[in-house]
């Protein structure tokens, strides 16, 4: 299977903890994109990448995030000092570059923040 | 408003038709999106139009766009039960690189 992964898929942590998620973007895809759905609602834009470059980051990215993409192929997205309110699924999508329209979407992690 | 707008439920009889509206923010949008999202599953895209079309048809899928109204929808022909999901709406905006999402809608196709 060469699509978008993400690992973990499930993650259950304490409030005030540290957690960082990974995703695997498809490989020729140079654009890698953080998004953030909470129940009942579509996925936020939070950031994306072309290749290890942050272009653009959502004003829903608080300082208690960070996401990196060191060599242009796997992505993290760290969250410091979780909060309730982080509780949602995070997605990660590719696409191949700055004039593809295709997002490819992952599965997604679900943080549960008790 | 700012939001891109989606009714929330739809209920078909399998073997019907299923039309699916969205509503978006930004007339400089240049591609408009339909995802489907199944239960514990992330977005699978199926099908997307560029703004300066007005109709596109892939199977049994057919989306039109009235660009004048910020009006999108989709049509799902001879609706399986197999298509019971979320449905979302996006739009790709001008010279941005997000895309901005509705709230879905949740399609239940019965027996």
């Known amino acids: 299977d060469t699509g978008v992964s993400q690992n973990p898929r499930h993650k259950i942590t304490k409030r005030g903890q540290n957690v960082t998620f990974r995703c695997d973007p498809i490989?020729?895809?140079?654009?890698l994109y953080w998004y953030r759905q909470t129940l009942g609602q579509g996925p936020e834009f939070l950031t994306y990448f072309q290749n290890e470059a942050q272009l653009e980051k959502s004003r829903l990215l608080s300082d208690r995030f960070s996401a990196e993409r060191p060599k242009g192929s796997f992505s993290t997205l760290e969250i410091q000092r979780t909060e309730q309110g982080d509780s949602a699924m995070y997605l990660c999508?590719?696409?191949?570059?700055?004039?593809?329209?295709?997002?490819?979407f992952g599965p997604g992690t679900r943080l549960t923040v008790t | 408003g700012e939001d891109v707008e989606q009714s929330l439920f739809l209920s078909v009889r399998e073997g019907d038709s299923s039309v699916i509206n969205c509503t978006y923010t930004?007339?400089?949008?240049?591609?408009l999106y339909w995802y489907k999202q199944e239960p514990g599953a992330g977005l699978q895209l199926l099908t997307y139009?560029?703004?300066?079309?007005d109709m596109k048809q892939d199977q049994r899928l057919t989306v039109l766009l009235n660009k004048k109204d910020k009006h999108l929808s989709l049509r799902i022909a001879d609706t399986q039960t197999g298509d019971s999901a979320i449905y979302f709406c996006a739009e790709k905006r001008g010279r941005n690189n997000d895309m901005r999402f509705g709230a879905g809608t949740r399609l239940t196709v019965k027996p």
């Open positions: 139009i560029f703004s300066n079309m």
């Open positions: 930004d007339s400089s949008s240049t591609y």
């Open positions: 999508a590719s696409s191949l570059g700055p004039n593809s329209y295709e997002q490819y």
């Open positions: 490989s020729e895809h140079n654009r």
